[in-house]
């Protein structure tokens, strides 16, 4: 099943980075797989030592080619075909809290907007 390269949107699929081979495709339609830095057609042949950049759910993963494989395997040898190079996510504590409204709870009120800009840093009054 190791062939000197393979479609992209394939190898995505044979090594679960994505569900099923249309999603994969979709997602090189889309723009969200890169390979060596440019943006991939799902067709795009990838080899061994290839870097590709895959957007997922607003976050990018890094992979390098190992094994160019096209038939979906078991999991110990679809992570032995690639290499994740993913940085590690930042700590919770400095992402940003974003205060959430209630659904259907309509339009701040000018009291909630003063609050909303007070808690953001924002206060305006002088």
Same mark, same amino acid.
């Given at each position: 099943?190791?062939? #000197?390269?393979?479609?992209?949107? #394939?190898?995505?699929? #044979?090594?679960?980075?994505? &569900?099923?081979?249309?999603?994969?495709?979709?997602?090189?339609?889309? /723009?969200?797989?890169?390979?060596?830095?440019?943006?991939? &057609?799902?067709?795009?042949?990838?080899?061994? /030592?290839?870097?590709?950049?895959?957007? =997922?759910? /607003?976050?990018?993963?890094?992979?390098?080619?190992?094994?160019? =494989?096209?038939?979906?395997?078991? !999991?110990?040898?679809?992570?032995? !075909?690639?290499? %994740?190079?993913?940085?590690?996510? $930042?700590?919770?504590?400095?992402?940003?809290?974003?205060?959430?409204?209630?659904?259907?709870?309509?339009? $701040?009120? &000018?009291?909630?907007?003063?609050? =909303?800009? &007070?808690?953001?840093?924002? %206060?305006?009054?002088?």
């Amino acid at each position: 099943m190791t062939a #000197a390269s393979a479609r992209v949107d #394939a190898w995505l699929w #044979a090594v679960r980075v994505y &569900k099923t081979r249309s999603l994969a495709t979709a997602a090189c339609r889309a /723009g969200h797989v890169r390979v060596n830095g440019e943006k991939a &057609k799902a067709a795009q042949q990838v080899r061994p /030592g290839d870097e590709l950049r895959v957007r =997922i759910a /607003g976050f990018d993963r890094m992979l390098v080619v190992r094994e160019t =494989i096209v038939k979906r395997v078991g !999991a110990v040898q679809a992570a032995a !075909a690639a290499e %994740d190079r993913t940085p590690p996510p $930042p700590p919770r504590e400095s992402t940003p809290f974003v205060p959430v409204r209630d659904r259907g709870a309509g339009r $701040p009120t &000018k009291r909630d907007r003063r609050d =909303i800009e &007070k808690l953001r840093g924002r %206060d305006l009054e002088h």
